[in-house]
Each structure stands twice: as C-alpha cells, then as structure tokens.
C-alpha cells in the first residue's frame, strides 16, 4: 500500500538533547513537508522541500534542520535551540503543485 | 503573517443541521483551495478542493463556494452527521516554482455534530 509513514508515534525527549523524526513516502512524490501543529494555531509550516537535495525553510524553521537525500526520505531534527518543542508534527507530500497533500499520522513529541 | 483566515474556531450543529466553515484569504496569486478533515490522533486528509475558475463544487454532502472577487471560499456540510465531528482546516497554494509549493493552512474548525 503506497503512503506517508512516521516513527515514532509518540517519543520523548529531555531538555537539551536533539532528536530526530523519521517521515519515509513511497508514493513517488516530489514534494514533502513538515508542519507543527499546536492547539488553537492550525498547521505551521517547518520546512519544505520540492527536490531531493533541495529545501526551503517555512514560517517557523527555527530551532529545527532537515535533509533530503533521497525521494523518498524527508527526517526533521527537533535541535536544542527550539524553545518549545512539544507538539504534534506531521509529515506530508504531494506530487505536484496544486495537489492534493498527503499526510502521516504524526509523532507526538513531548519534552520531559 | 497570516495568509488564510479561518472562522469560527469552534461550531456545534445539530444532527441533521448545516454546518459552515468560512476562510478569507489575502494573495491573489492563490488558485488552489482544498479542505482537509482530521480526527484526533490522526493526520489530515483531502475533503473536497476548488481551483477559482469554478464558483461552486459539490461531492456529496459537501460543497465549497467560492468568490474571488471578496477572496473568501467556505465549506458547506448538508445533513450533518455525528461522524463528521473532526477539525476541518482550509488551506491554499499557487502555481509556479520555488515558494509557490508552499501549503498554508488556516487556524482549523473544531466541528462538533450532537446527536
């Protein structure tokens, strides 16, 4: 079955550490992305990325870094320096512009 | 900077009533608007999407109407049911390269459809 996969779902993270979320696409899309989603503020774009080797940083890139080595793999690293990092992210990709995004059923990052 | 403005935050329908979800937004370059539904725990999914050489699209109980002309689209859902109680976000994005493969999203609707 084609889709977007995250891992973990849920994962926990102490103050001061990286940590790192795995979104893997088997759709053949170009296009992937990462939102943040908090309570009351909808979906944050984080990064984007519209070719391998290439990305765009969103409305809220700080404080997070991404890569895109392959298609098929977008990982998003939650740095240090982001001050508040607990929240719902969620991968997506979509083929093309101006259709329709697929989404992963997000990790649940919280910091203890 | 807020590109897309969604409103109400929160809606409660009888079942059987009409549910609307009304976004406004501000770049005249954007020519595609989809809504997405999601339910907790979940990621979101496509409802229904419009491009603005239509005024109107409809798949089933579920319809947007669009007016360019005020920059506002809205989702209309008939004969709501129980199980359409999610959060419905409106987004929208562009043609062309570089940025335009931006998504943006609205601030979402939590729906809630009492039985």
């Known amino acids: 079955d084609g889709g977007i996969t995250q891992s973990p779902k849920y994962l926990f993270r102490k103050e001061g550490q990286n940590v790192t979320l795995s979104c893997e696409q088997n759709?053949?899309?170009?296009?992937m992305y990462w939102y943040r989603q908090d309570p009351g503020q909808g979906l944050r774009l984080i990064y984007y990325s519209q070719i391998v080797n290439d990305f765009q940083k969103g409305d809220i890139a700080e404080g997070y870094s991404v890569s895109r080595e392959k298609k098929e793999s977008f990982p998003l690293t939650v740095t240090s320096a982001q001050k508040n990092p607990t929240a719902f992210y969620l991968c997506?990709?979509?083929?093309?512009?101006?259709?329709?995004?697929?989404f992963g059923q997000g990790t649940r990052l919280t910091v203890v | 900077q807020q590109q897309v403005k969604q409103s109400p935050q929160s809606l409660i329908v009888q079942k059987g009533g009409i549910s609307i979800i009304n976004c406004a937004y501000e770049?005249?370059?954007?020519?595609?608007f989809p809504w997405y539904q999601q339910f907790p725990g979940k990621g979101p999914a496509l409802l229904i999407a419009?491009?603005?050489?239509?005024s109107e699209k409809k798949e089933g109980r579920f319809t947007i109407s669009f007016n360019k002309s005020a920059k506002q689209f809205s989702l209309h859902i008939m004969d709501s049911q129980p199980g359409d109680s999610a959060t419905y976000f409106c987004?929208?994005?562009?043609?062309?390269?570089?940025?335009?493969?931006?998504?943006?999203f609205g601030k979402g609707t939590l729906l809630t459809v009492n039985p």
């Open positions: 419009i491009r603005p050489d239509v």
């Open positions: 770049n005249t370059a954007f020519d595609y």
């Open positions: 987004a929208a994005s562009r043609r062309g390269g570089g940025s335009n493969y931006k998504l943006t």
């Open positions: 759709l053949n899309h170009d296009a």
């Open positions: 997506a990709s979509r083929r093309a512009m101006n259709t329709e995004a697929f």
